[in-house]
C-alpha cells in the first residue's frame, strides 16, 4: 500500500527521459533502444561460459553509471529482468546465482555493490538461491586505464570461494571489458563449483 501510495504521489520515472513509466525504471521507448548483442557467448572453455548481453554504449552505458555513481538502486531491479529472461531464452541451468564482490574498502567508497544489487533481482526472478561464498581478498586499482596486461596483473589472486556448490553457478556482473575479472573468478571457482561456470555480465565494452 505504501509503494502505491509513493507511485500515485511521485509516479516513477524513466531514469533516462523522464517518462512516466508503470513502475519500471526505463520507458519501454528507452528500452527499445538498447543494443542487445546477436552473439552473446564470448567465450567458451570447457565447462566454462563468459557471456555478454548488451553493448556498453547508448542506453546500456548510461544505465551502468546512473546505477554505479547516481545512487539509482531501482535499475537493478530492471536489470534482474534482463538478466533473468537471458538465461531462460538460452536455456542456461544453474542452482545458485552469485556476484563479483567488492573489497571491503571498495563497498565503504561506493556504499553498495551494483553486481550484488544485480544477482539479488536475477536470483529472485529465476526463483533460484543468491549465493555470497565469494570474497575480494586483494585490494586492486581501478581497471579503468590500465594495460589488458595491467589488468590481468592488477586482479590476479584478488578472489577467493569459501562455499562449494553441488551445482552450477551463474556470476553477474555489470561489463565486461577485456576478460580479466571474469576470467579470475572463474579461476578461483575451480575445485568449489562442482556444475557449470556461467559468468554474465550486462554489458560488453569493446576497446
Do not use: W
Request: charged content about 30%.
Amino acid at each position: 500500500m505504501l509503494k502505491d501510495l509513493l507511485d500515485f504521489v511521485f509516479p516513477p520515472r524513466c531514469v533516462i527521459c523522464g517518462k512516466e513509466t508503470d513502475g519500471a525504471s526505463v520507458c519501454l521507448q528507452c528500452k527499445s533502444k538498447i543494443k542487445f548483442i546477436e552473439y552473446p557467448l564470448i567465450l567458451h572453455r570447457k565447462n566454462t561460459y563468459f557471456y555478454a548481453i548488451t553493448r556498453y554504449e547508448g542506453i546500456s552505458e548510461k544505465l551502468v553509471k546512473k546505477l554505479k555513481f547516481s545512487n539509482r538502486k531501482r535499475i537493478a531491479e530492471d536489470l534482474g529482468k534482463i538478466f533473468a529472461d537471458f538465461v531462460k531464452e538460452n536455456d542456461i541451468r544453474a542452482d545458485f546465482v552469485g556476484f563479483v564482490p567488492m573489497s571491503k574498502k571498495e563497498l565503504r567508497s561506493r556504499g553498495f555493490n551494483q553486481s550484488y544489487l544485480i544477482a539479488r533481482a536475477t536470483s529472485k526472478r529465476l526463483n533460484i538461491p543468491l549465493f555470497s561464498g565469494i570474497s575480494k581478498v586483494k585490494e586492486t586499482k581501478k581497471q579503468v586505464g590500465l594495460s589488458r596486461a595491467g589488468r590481468i596483473k592488477n586482479v590476479k589472486n584478488a578472489f577467493k570461494f569459501s562455499q562449494s556448490i553441488p551445482g552450477s553457478l551463474i556470476v553477474v556482473d555489470d561489463v565486461f571489458t577485456t576478460g580479466s575479472t571474469a576470467k579470475e573468478v572463474a579461476r578461483a571457482s575451480k575445485g568449489f563449483v562442482k556444475g557449470n561456470f556461467y559468468f554474465i555480465a550486462f554489458s560488453q565494452k569493446i576497446g
